[in-house]
């Protein structure tokens, strides 16, 4: 799938962002375009590795009917390459983040300790990653309680403690089928959740929203249960809400990527809101290594945060950035 874009427009496929090749994807499965590239070299494909795989809890349920499709026509036409490699994706994220250990903890304790971010109960972490390695980070400081509103745990929470949004979803959350009604929950174990599947109906896999520009999950109830829609309003609800009420704001690691227009989007509506009533940002940080993009992401930042004065900008990495604010 992916040689369509590689030499389009004398282009190179590492100028080609996730969204776009995902969007790409979910249009020509299931969507406007889906009369006008079939896939279908890429489907027989996926059917002839499907055929010779062996038996996995972790494989889709369309590797099982693959093994077993004796009587289904050869034209693959009902594969859904949008919902296997979304499976394959949250399997993989899972995979990757399960043995990953967390690099330095001592550059988020000094982060949160230095800004006093856990003596603030208003702190909010808006995390637009799948992976738990903040919460981990946070688990790991002494008194730096935390919790994720709106996602529904036996556990007790505190929640006079710092709150983390994650509006793509995360690994720990875990998502089951339609066996017995759909729900997301967390223990809070800080590991990604192993993704089970049996049959259409009956699985278990990681809350993520796939990388795609349109974002289905957040806000089409014809796509999604109603479970996965409201969970996902209730973030995007509580993000414009923490950054409406914000004085101080860090951004770490993030680009403003042109793809992102649910968030470019919401900034908008939480600047505009500001404006009408009076109020704006204190200290806008931004931490990001951009590759030779920074002065872009600068002014992005400077754009989406508005502030007269208490621009703190640092292109030189999250470790360098705390050491400079030290």
């Known amino acids: 799938m992916l040689e369509f874009f590689r030499g389009r427009n004398n282009r190179k496929f590492d100028d080609t962002s996730m969204e776009e090749v995902w969007t790409f994807l979910e249009f020509c499965s299931k969507g406007l375009y889906l009369n006008l590239h079939a896939f ?91 992976d738990i390695i903040l919460e981990n980070a946070l688990d790991l400081i002494n008194d730096a309680k935390w919790f994720y509103p709106h996602v529904e745990t036996k556990l007790i929470r505190n929640e006079n403690g710092i709150k983390v949004l994650k509006p793509h979803g995360s690994l720990n959350w875990l998502l089951k089928g339609n066996k017995p009604p759909v729900s997301i929950t967390t223990d809070y174990r800080l590991e990604p959740i192993q993704n089970v599947c049996m049959t259409v109906n009956d699985f278990e896999q990681a809350t993520i929203i796939a990388p795609t520009q349109l974002k289905q999950e957040l806000n089409v109830p014809e796509t999604q249960a109603k479970p996965m829609n409201n969970l996902f309003y209730k973030i995007w609800k509580s993000m414009a809400d923490a950054l409406f009420e914000a004085e101080r704001v860090f951004t770490i690691g993030y680009s403003f990527p042109s793809t992102d227009h649910h968030f470019r989007t919401l900034l908008r509506i939480v600047n505009k809101r500001k404006e009408l009533e009076g109020k704006e940002y204190r200290d806008v940080y931004c931490c990001t290594k951009a590759d030779g993009r920074e002065g872009f992401v600068f002014a992005d930042a400077i754009n989406f945060f508005p502030c007269q004065t208490g621009y703190h900008l640092s292109s030189e990495g999250f470790e360098a950035f705390v050491g400079e604010n030290i």
């Open 40 to 130: 279908g070299k890429e489907k027989k494909e996926l059917r002839e590795r499907a055929k010779k795989s062996k038996p996995n809890d972790e494989e889709h349920c369309f590797y099982r009917i693959c093994r077993e499709a004796a009587t289904i026509p050869e034209n693959n036409d009902w594969i859904d390459l949008s919902l296997v490699s979304g499976w394959e994706l949250r399997t993989l994220a899972s995979d990757v983040y399960r043995d990953c250990k967390l690099a330095d903890k001592n550059v988020f304790k000094q982060f949160i300790e230095k800004f006093e971010l856990k003596k603030d109960k208003e702190t909010v972490f808006i995390n637009l990653n799948y």
